[in-house]
């Protein structure tokens, strides 16, 4: 697995570890997991993660854990993830990103997010790259506007997610290779 780094990140496979603060400082707070239809167990946490690193195993890239250089610490994921549920635009690549509320608003999402999506283009050669989140969260829909995503139109119901849920409504962003390379 090819490990990618920023000026202040490492994204890289995942590490026993990462088991305990990914569980509580991301899947068990309620305001990281809030537009997720509930937060995870222990059980469902690690569970998450031994998928994440058995796809990156599996393909080569993922959705990596992220590492801050400066303090070594585990963060979150960010990374590419081709969704297994069947969705209105499914085939696709999808970038994403979970952090720890602590390490929220110092552009660690934007950062890793655009190496991201480098790999994607230039080691991957994808034509396109999507993104997608329930309709109230604001803050990704900012991260992707500043990726250079562009919001499609497009909303969707998410069928993983209770149609009373205010959570149910997904937009859907998107950037084409043509459109990055124009970005940079």
């Given at each position: 697995?090819?490990?990618?780094?920023t000026e202040r990140l490492t994204l890289r496979s995942w590490r026993d570890a990462d088991s305990?603060?990914?569980?509580?400082?991301?899947?068990?707070?309620?305001?990281?997991?809030?537009y997720f239809p509930s937060t995870l167990s222990r059980e469902e946490s690690d569970a998450l993660a031994f998928e994440l690193q058995r796809r990156?195993?599996?393909?080569?890239?993922g959705l990596w854990a992220v590492e801050e250089?400066?303090?070594g610490q585990f963060i979150g994921f960010v990374g590419l993830n081709s969704p297994l549920i069947e969705l209105p635009f499914t085939p696709c690549v999808e970038v994403g990103w979970r952090l720890s509320k602590a390490f929220w608003g110092k552009g660690?999402?934007?950062?890793?997010?655009?190496k991201?999506?480098?790999?994607?283009?230039v080691d991957l050669e994808l034509d396109e790259?999507?993104?997608?989140?329930?309709?109230?969260?604001?803050?990704s829909q900012a991260v992707m506007t500043r990726l250079g995503l562009c919001d499609t139109g497009e909303n969707f119901n998410h069928p993983a997610v209770p149609s009373e849920s205010p959570l149910y409504e997904h937009v859907l962003f998107k950037i084409t290779r043509d459109e990055w390379a124009k970005s940079l």
């Open positions: 697995m090819k490990i990618l780094s305990q603060p990914f569980f509580e400082q991301i899947n068990a707070d309620f305001d990281v997991m809030e990156i195993d599996v393909n080569g890239w250089k400066a303090s660690y999402a934007t950062e890793a997010a655009k991201a999506l480098e790999f994607a283009f790259v999507v993104s997608f989140t329930a309709v109230p969260n604001l803050r």
